[in-house]
């Protein structure tokens, strides 16, 4: 039996074609495809933080972390707000705060993303 998820799906009719909409997308994917980027926007997703709080959540040298943010922040989808020698760190927009909190909830799902869990391959 299929999950039932609370998401509403704009009407896309007015966009650009599905191919134009694809090649937009296409970075940003790339960018919250690796996990660790993913990491640090599930942290962000809850509150801005430092370079040094993210270093502290996720147990990584400062340098690594620097790195992933590098092409979130390439892609738009976080800000680095200057405050005092460090900059905070957010998502870019309220816009991307729910979607992100949905890929952490479906996360928290049982089998989501495990290889061979029901519903795999149909």
Same mark, same amino acid.
């Given at each position: 039996? *299929? ?7 704009? %009407? ?29 926007? /599930? /942290? ?12 502290? @959540? ?10 992933? /943010? ?9 800000? @680095?707000?200057?405050? *005092? ?6 998502? &870019? &927009? %309220? ?11 479906? @996360?928290?799902?049982? %089998? ?5 869990? @029901? *519903?795999?391959?149909?």
């Amino acid at each position: 039996m *299929g999950r039932e998820l609370d998401i509403e799906l704009w %009407d896309v009719s007015a966009l650009p074609s599905a191919a134009e909409r694809a090649r937009r997308l296409a970075p940003l994917l790339k960018a919250l495809a690796d996990e660790t980027r993913l990491t640090l926007m /599930l /942290l962000l997703a809850e509150h801005p933080r430092s370079v040094r709080e993210l270093t502290e @959540a996720t147990g990584m040298a400062q340098t690594l972390v620097s790195h992933h /943010l590098t092409p979130l922040r390439e892609q738009g989808l976080v800000v @680095a707000t200057p405050k *005092g020698r460090s900059n905070i760190y957010s998502l &870019c &927009c %309220d816009a991307l705060l729910q979607p992100v909190q949905l890929l952490a909830t479906l @996360a928290a799902l049982p %089998d989501v993303g495990q290889e061979g869990s @029901a *519903g795999a391959g149909e």
